[in-house]
Nanobody, 120 residues
């Protein structure tokens, strides 16, 4: 059974930075694309960033140039470095393992989420 556990969220001031981590267990992590999604209050869950098994990345337009997704296959970890944070980045951030290796795969497993609040 695949398990995903996020950590690293919290309260941060506008313009600040935070790094989210996601620990994966229970499957061949390195074979799958992984992604971060977020959901703000009253809004639908949206894709933030995705990384394939080979390291190709893609980002939502709203975070390009500010966020960086990465993975460490040896540690079964993915990360989301978030810089120049804005109040509109406030959301619960979810880690997901896709059903395949491509960015066109669908999410299969989800973590429980971690709250990021950007506020002064």
């Amino acid at each position: 059974q695949v398990q995903l556990v996020e950590s690293g969220g919290g309260l941060v001031q506008p313009g600040g930075s935070v790094r989210l981590s996601c620990a994966a267990s229970g499957g061949p992590f390195r074979l799958y694309a992984m992604a971060w999604y977020r959901q703000a209050p009253g809004k639908q869950r949206e894709l933030v960033a995705v990384i394939t098994d080979g390291g190709y990345t893609n980002y939502a337009d709203s975070v390009k140039g500010r966020f960086t997704i990465s993975r460490d296959n040896a540690k079964n970890m993915i990360y989301l470095q978030m810089n120049s944070l804005k109040t509109e980045d406030t959301a619960v951030y979810f880690c997901t393992q896709y059903r395949g290796s491509s960015v066109y795969s669908a999410p299969g497993y989800w973590g429980q989420g971690t709250q990021v609040t950007v506020s002064s």
